[in-house]
C-alpha cells in the first residue's frame, strides 16, 4: 500500500519535475558551451575541449531525453526513429564522456553514434512502437544486452580504475616536482602548479562521484533486467527503482556545469561575464 502511494506521488510529481529539468539542462549546459568556448577558464586546451564535448552530449541528452518527455507530441516514424536513436547516442556520449578524461573525445563520440545506429531500427510500428522482432529475436535481444553492459556497466569499472591511475600517476608526478623544486633551493609556497594538479583532482572526483552516484539506481535496475531476462517486471518495488533510476538519470545532465563552477574559480568568472554580457549595453546606456 505504502509503494502504491508512492507509485501515485512519482506519476504526479514526473511531469513537473521533467519541466523543471529541462529548463535547468537547456539554459545550464548553454551557459557552459558559451563559457568553454570563450577560453579563458585557466584550463588546457585538452581539457577544454574534452569539458566542452560532455557539456554537448548533455544538451543533446536534454533535448532528445527529457523535452520529449515534457512535450507530448504525436510522433511517427521515422521522426520517432530519429529522436529515439539520437537519445541513444546522446546517453552512450554523456556516460563514455565521463570515461574518456585519458581517450580522444572524437573517437568516444563516433563510436557512440555508430554503436547505436541499430536503434533507429527498433521502431517498426506506426504508432511508435519497440517491433515484435526487437521483442523476440535472439538477435535484437542480444544486442540489447550487449547495450545495457556499454552503458553503462563497463563505464563504472573504467572510470573506478582510470581515476585509481589517474590520481596515481599526479601524485606521483607532484612529489617528483616537490623533490626537483627543492633541490634547486626554488621551494615556494604557492606552487601554482601543484594548486592546478590538486584542481583536476578535486575535478575528477567530482565528476566520478556525480556520474557513479546518479547512475547507480538505473545501473542496479538495468542488472536485474539483464540477469532476469525479463523486460516487464512490473512489482510495485521495481516500478519505483524504475522511476526513480530514471529520474537521477535525468537529472545528471544538469550537473556538470554547477559541478565546474563550484571546482574552478575562473569558471565562475567567466560564467558571471557571460551573464553580464547581454546586459552590458543597457547599464553603459543608464550609467551615459
Known amino acids: 500500500m505504502i509503494t502504491d502511494c508512492i507509485i501515485y506521488l512519482l506519476m504526479g510529481f514526473r511531469p513537473h519535475y521533467y519541466r523543471i529539468l529541462a529548463v535547468i539542462g537547456v539554459l545550464s549546459n548553454l551557459a557552459a558551451i558559451v563559457t568553454l568556448s570563450r577560453g579563458r577558464c585557466g584550463l588546457s586546451k585538452g581539457v577544454t575541449c574534452y569539458l ?25 516514424p521515422p521522426v520517432c526513429n530519429i529522436i529515439k536513436t539520437m537519445s541513444y547516442v546522446s546517453v552512450a556520449s554523456s556516460v563514455w564522456l565521463t570515461v574518456a578524461f585519458t581517450l580522444e573525445v572524437a573517437v568516444v563520440s563516433l563510436l557512440s553514434l555508430f554503436t547505436n545506429v541499430p536503434w533507429y531500427f527498433t521502431y517498426k510500428s506506426y504508432i511508435c512502437w519497440v517491433s515484435l522482432d526487437f521483442i523476440f529475436s535472439r538477435m535484437w535481444q542480444a544486442f540489447d544486452w550487449g547495450h545495457r553492459v556499454l552503458t553503462p556497466v563497463v563505464p563504472f569499472l573504467l572510470i573506478l580504475l582510470l581515476n585509481v591511475v589517474t590520481i596515481r600517476h599526479i601524485l606521483m608526478a607532484s612529489v617528483a616536482r616537490r623533490r626537483l623544486r627543492c633541490q634547486r633551493n626554488r621551494e615556494e609556497k604557492d606552487d601554482q602548479e601543484m594548486k592546478n594538479r590538486r584542481r583536476s ?53 544538469c550537473t556538470n556545469m554547477f559541478i565546474y563552477a563550484i571546482t574552478q574559480r575562473k569558471f565562475r568568472e567567466e560564467v558571471k561575464n557571460v551573464v553580464k554580457y547581454p546586459f552590458r549595453p543597457i547599464l553603459n546606456f543608464c550609467r551615459s
Do not use: C
Not at 564535448?53 to 523535452?67: G, Q, S, T
Not at 542496479?220 to 518495488?237: D, G, H, K, R
Open 52 to 76: 566542452l564535448a560532455m557539456a554537448v552530449a548533455d544538451l543533446l541528452f536534454v533535448i532528445f531525453n527529457i523535452i520529449p518527455k515534457v512535450i507530448y507530441f504525436y510522433y511517427k
Open 201 to 253: 583532482i578535486i575535478l575528477l572526483f567530482t565528476l566520478s562521484a556525480s556520474f557513479i552516484l546518479l547512475w547507480m539506481t538505473h545501473v542496479v535496475i538495468l542488472a536485474v533486467e539483464s540477469i532476469s531476462m525479463q523486460y516487464f517486471v512490473m512489482t510495485p518495488s521495481y516500478v519505483v527503482g524504475q522511476l526513480v533510476g530514471i529520474m537521477l538519470q535525468s537529472f545528471s545532465s
